[in-house]
């Protein structure tokens, strides 16, 4: 398997620019989860996802930032406008979910850079 | 007080020492317990989970888990220079719902 794929890699924009980061978990895994990670915040859910379903959001930072889940191999997570405060890197990570002891696997990561 | 908190470090161990990570978390409703190692510009990746009291191990690695003193460890037997990273503790509630920490580096010396 490809593992968690992520696009883009890298996203330079200015503030005020919308922003798109996409997710396409491994197959068959039924949890989705958006992480952002910062030097000062450390790695923080956003928001996971359930069989497509948004389960949890509470971590989403405000109204700016959404994400969606059409269907089970594909995600995003959008944030608009985006603002200086918003670099990171954002990770997409799924799970099989059917266990809570279950392994949790991150894509590469999307390094998001705002002037 | 922050949900899980680590050392952030840098731990600077010699090649072949002891590593001796540590963790402690606040929510008593805590089930499981999971070490995650991220290198440097890489994403995290899973090394051990448990939730008994006790120790767990695993080739090098020991997860060590005392619930009543909210407190997790791991271990890392003959350390070697591949092993620096960054290494972050999670909890969860029981849910899919992982909280992390801001990890600690360590750093291990040929």
């Known amino acids: 398997d490809a593992g968690v794929i992520q696009s883009p890699r890298h996203e330079v924009t200015e503030m005020g620019q919308e922003v798109t980061l996409r997710c396409k978990p491994i197959?068959?895994?039924?949890?989705l989860f958006w992480y952002r990670q910062t030097m000062m915040r450390g790695l923080e859910l956003l928001i996971y996802?359930?069989?497509?379903?948004?389960?949890?959001d509470s971590g989403m930072p405000e109204d700016r930032f959404s994400a969606k889940m059409p269907n089970a191999s594909f995600s995003t997570l959008k944030i608009q406008p985006s603002e200086p405060r918003d670099s990171a890197v954002y990770f997409c990570?799924?799970?099989?979910?059917?266990?809570?002891?279950?392994?949790?696997?991150f894509g590469p990561g999307t390094r998001l850079l705002v002037l | 007080q922050k949900e899980v908190e680590q050392n952030s470090g840098p731990l600077s161990v010699p090649e072949g020492a002891i590593a001796s990570l540590n963790c402690t978390y606040s929510?008593?409703?805590?089930?499981?317990f999971f070490w995650y190692r991220q290198y440097s510009g890489k994403s995290p990746e899973l090394i051990m989970f448990?939730?008994?009291?006790g120790d767990k191990e695993d080739g090098r690695f020991t997860a060590q888990l005392n619930k009543a003193s909210q407190y997790v460890s791991l271990l890392i037997r003959d350390s070697q220079p591949s092993d620096s990273a960054t290494y972050l503790c999670?909890?969860?509630?029981?849910?899919?719902?992982?909280?992390f920490g801001t990890g600690t580096r360590l750093l291990v010396s040929p």
């Open positions: 990570a799924s799970s099989l979910g059917w266990e809570y002891q279950e392994t949790q696997y």
């Open positions: 197959s068959g895994h039924d949890y």
């Open positions: 996802f359930n069989n497509n379903v948004p389960i949890d």
């Open positions: 929510d008593r409703g805590s089930q499981s």
């Open positions: 448990i939730y008994s009291n």
């Open positions: 999670a909890v969860s509630l029981g849910s899919q719902k992982l909280v």
